[in-house]
């Protein structure tokens, strides 16, 4: 199965502030990666597809790149809105896998 | 709109049976797969197997022995069937949806099983 190492686990970020999210995938999965959001009590929403693609209705805040194995998801100036957790998702190979997650939360 | 809905029971005694129904609407289910993913409370999501829009199934290996999915296009429904239930299966069930190639990019609302005597 291919794994999905995300990074960090947590973080505390100021309103107006830029954070990036990291995934790095053990196998090669090309531009097979997205990005989803989820709030509390709530289902997973795409946000990046094909790993730098923006979903429609995203704010273009949001933005996805790639750098070999590793992909990232990038905010730009944080709204208070975007609290949450972030998975990854590889969609390249059955078992499709998530990484564990990033909780972003207001400093 | 498209939409899909998660039906089933919310409690589920251990060794027993789960069954679950995904209703969607605003697709056809011979053009799209559908997926069931799950996410144990305060967890990450895992994937646990597919609905080709053909009618072709793949499953997670870590389940493909207890788990079983199947549809009924007549009645825009695709089912899961989980056996031999235990209390780390307890979690939030999702279907989604999913273009070839593509990611899920509609979700339904998650039911919650619980495992437990």
């Known amino acids: 199965d291919i794994q999905m190492t995300q990074s960090p686990s947590s973080i505390s970020v100021s309103l107006g502030d830029r954070f990036t999210i990291t995934c790095r995938a053990s196998?090669?999965?090309?531009?097979?990666l997205s990005w989803y959001q989820q709030k509390p009590e709530k289902s997973p929403k795409l946000m990046i597809y094909r790993a730098t693609n923006l979903e429609d209705g995203v704010p273009s805040r949001f933005s996805g790149s790639r750098s070999g194995s590793d992909y990232s998801l990038t905010i730009n100036s944080l709204e208070s809105e975007d609290t949450g957790i972030y998975f990854c998702?590889?969609?390249?190979?059955?078992?499709?896998?998530f990484g564990a997650g990033t909780k972003l939360e207001l400093k | 709109q498209v939409q899909l809905k998660e039906s089933g029971p919310g409690l589920v005694q251990p060794s027993q049976t789960l069954s679950l129904t995904c209703t969607v609407s605003?697709?056809?289910?011979?053009?799209?797969?559908v997926h069931w993913v799950r996410q144990p409370p305060g967890k990450g999501l895992e994937w646990m197997g597919r609905?080709?829009?053909?009618?072709?199934?793949s499953y997670n290996s870590a389940l493909k022995s207890r788990l079983s999915i199947s549809r009924d296009t007549s009645k825009n429904q695709v089912f899961l069937k989980m056996n031999s239930l235990q209390t780390d299966d307890t979690g939030t069930y999702y279907c989604?949806?999913?273009?070839?190639?593509?990611?899920?990019?509609?979700w339904g609302q998650g039911v919650m099983v619980t495992v437990s005597s």
């Open positions: 196998q090669d999965i090309g531009n097979y």
């Open positions: 609905m080709r829009y053909n009618g072709d199934t």
């Open positions: 998702l590889q969609h390249k190979q059955y078992p499709y896998t």
């Open positions: 605003g697709f056809s289910l011979t053009s799209y797969n």
């Open positions: 989604t949806r999913a273009e070839a190639a593509f990611p899920f990019d509609y």
